[in-house]
């Protein structure tokens, strides 16, 4: 998972694979930005792949409690990951992921290509949203 | 002349919003006991909030990344959200001490019991935090704060001796009445008061709130090199004031009228309902500043949309963050708790999270990919080494101290 650090500001190297880069410096715990500048997430967890060659890839950026909670010690995390499975529709929800491909660019923080209500966990936020703010006196026109 | 504007605007707000409820106790209260004998601890903490809240915009404004991204980023998820745990800890105390603050300001004009203000109070921050501008806010509470000032005319008008108050600042000892370790527990109290971690997670997220890009280094550096230290000079006619005025009546500070007293004595009227409006609005301001705080810092943890430049809609669990912990707050004061006892600990306790706040943020500030050119230079570095080592050992102090003088009786 480790390279040479690369300056996020240049231009991807072109190559066999993409960039390199030191994945937990450059990628892990970073901001996640859709494509309209809105904040959705952190990057809780990769999803890497070894190639023939033996070179690990990343394949997707995992999000939400699904991915943060196995990196949480002992109770905490357990009680994350179980909160999250109670919470979701399904029997046994996987942490949440987005593809590589829907990265766009990577710098202070990873820019993607899809809006953040695309974002597989967006639930939260979308709840919070529809049963608490909405129901405020003055959610719809308060001043930006 | 827009220009010239916007920058007086900024350094005025910087001064008037220093000061909040923490320094105005503090040091109130260490100059009716220890006179002007720990003026050097405020010295030396405006200087420690000065460097690392200029790193701290500095990074906002280049990378648009605030302190607790910051956090995250180079702790990982466990020691960040210990980190979190700790430091929201430390901002929900001072949180309720600054509401506390405000219902006793208005105590002071109304005669009405601060309790029965402090669910109208609870509402006031609630409301602002949720339908007033970022700018509007920081603007007006800190030109407000400026009223302060009446501090520094209180000591002009009681006609000190200048050069035996200089004398006891320059030469400073531990009054005969005091014992040692309690004087080293208020120079810890002083310090965690004037480097307060929230004032550093508010610049910063204000720095992203604002839109600053490397165009606003100038500005935002024009307000911390200017602003912080000539709000720390109020602080230090604050604790002027009581040095003159209720050290040599013996009269300890416990409740904010105190605080007041060596203004009405020297000014009158007219001088304390001053001294009121500045109270209540640098305890406003700073509640405001703490609450969002709170929600900056919870967001940023777990990447949620935050900040009052998108609407509340598109910042839900932010804005459910800013509602749930002003009732949280207001809980906690209808329990009868003191607010300025909770105020007295929570400059302890921030003195005991400093390192938490400080040490990231030194860390990326030094990060070529991150920051380009605009690294930290030798000066910061050194600085920031030296004052990393005080908050550490200011902060493996504290609790010892605490124990050792019982909170400093």
Redo the contacts between chains.
């Keep these: 998972m480790s390279g040479r650090p690369v300056n996020p500001r240049d231009p991807a190297e072109p190559g066999r694979g993409g960039r390199r880069m030191d994945a937990a410096l450059r990628l892990l715990d970073h901001q996640l930005v859709d494509r309209d500048g809105r904040l959705c997430g952190k990057v809780d967890d990769l999803e890497l792949e070894r190639r023939d060659d033996g070179t690990l890839v990343v394949t997707a950026v995992l999000t939400g409690p699904g991915a943060l909670g196995p990196r949480l010690p002992g109770v905490l995390g357990r009680a994350t990951v179980a909160v999250w499975r109670r919470l979701h529709g399904d029997a046994e929800p996987g942490a949440s992921r987005i593809p590589f491909e829907r990265v766009a660019g990577i710098d202070s923080a990873v820019r993607l290509t899809m809006s953040r209500a695309e974002v597989p966990t967006y639930g939260l936020e979308r709840w919070a949203r529809d049963n608490v703010v909405e129901k405020l006196p003055g959610a719809g026109n308060a001043p930006e | 002349m827009k220009r010239i504007f916007s920058v007086a605007l900024g350094v005025l707000t910087a001064i008037g919003g220093f000061v909040d409820i923490g320094d105005l106790v503090t040091n109130a209260l260490v100059g009716a006991r220890f006179g002007l004998s720990l003026a050097w601890v405020v010295v030396v903490g405006v200087l420690g909030i000065v460097v690392f809240a200029e790193m701290s915009g500095r990074v906002a404004a280049i990378?648009?990344?605030a302190t607790f991204?910051l956090v995250?980023?180079r702790l990982?998820?466990?020691a960040?959200?210990l980190n979190l745990a700790g430091s929201m800890a430390v901002t929900g105390l001072t949180f309720i001490a600054e509401i506390g603050g405000v219902a006793l300001a208005l105590e002071l004009v109304s005669s009405v019991h601060y309790l029965l203000l402090v669910p109208f109070t609870g509402l006031a921050v609630w409301l602002v935090l949720?339908?007033?501008?970022f700018s509007t806010l920081e603007n007006v509470f800190g030109l407000l704060g400026l009223a302060l000032v009446v501090f520094g005319f209180a000591v002009w008008q009681l006609g000190p001796d200048w050069g035996s108050l200089l004398d006891q600042a320059t030469r400073p000892s531990v009054p005969g009445s005091e014992g040692v370790p309690t004087y080293w527990y208020y120079a810890v109290a002083l310090f965690g008061a004037a480097m307060t971690p929230y004032e550093v997670f508010f610049f910063s997220s204000g720095g992203v709130e604002e839109h600053w890009t490397e165009k606003d280094l100038g500005t935002s550096r024009l307000n911390v090199f200017v602003g912080f230290p000539l709000g720390g000079v109020l602080s230090i006619f604050i604790a002027s004031s009581t040095a003159l005025v209720l050290l040599p009546a013996g009269i300890e500070v416990d409740t904010l009228g105190q605080v007041g007293l060596p203004v009405s004595e020297a000014l009158g009227r007219v001088g304390i309902a001053i001294a009121l409006l500045g109270f209540f609005a640098a305890t406003f301001g700073a509640a405001c500043e703490t609450g969002l705080s709170v929600g900056y810092s919870v967001?940023q943890y777990?990447?949620?949309?935050?900040g009052?430049?998108?609407?509340?809609?598109?910042a839900?669990?932010f804005?459910?963050v800013l509602?749930v912990s002003t009732i949280a707050g207001v809980a906690v004061l209808l329990t009868t708790v003191d607010p300025i006892k909770v105020t007295e600990y929570s400059v302890v306790f921030s003195a005991v999270a400093l390192p938490l706040t400080y040490f990231p943020i030194l860390v990326v500030a030094n990060d070529p990919?991150?920051m380009?050119e605009k690294v930290n230079g030798r000066l910061a570095n050194g600085l920031g080494q030296v004052y990393l080592v005080l908050v550490t050992l200011a902060a493996l102090a504290a609790i010892p101290l605490m124990l050792l003088t019982k909170a400093g009786q």
């Design positions: 990378t648009g990344r991204d995250r980023e990982g998820p466990r960040g959200l949720w339908r007033v501008r967001s777990f990447g949620w949309q935050w009052k430049y998108v609407r509340p809609r598109q839900a669990l804005h459910v509602l990919d991150y380009g």
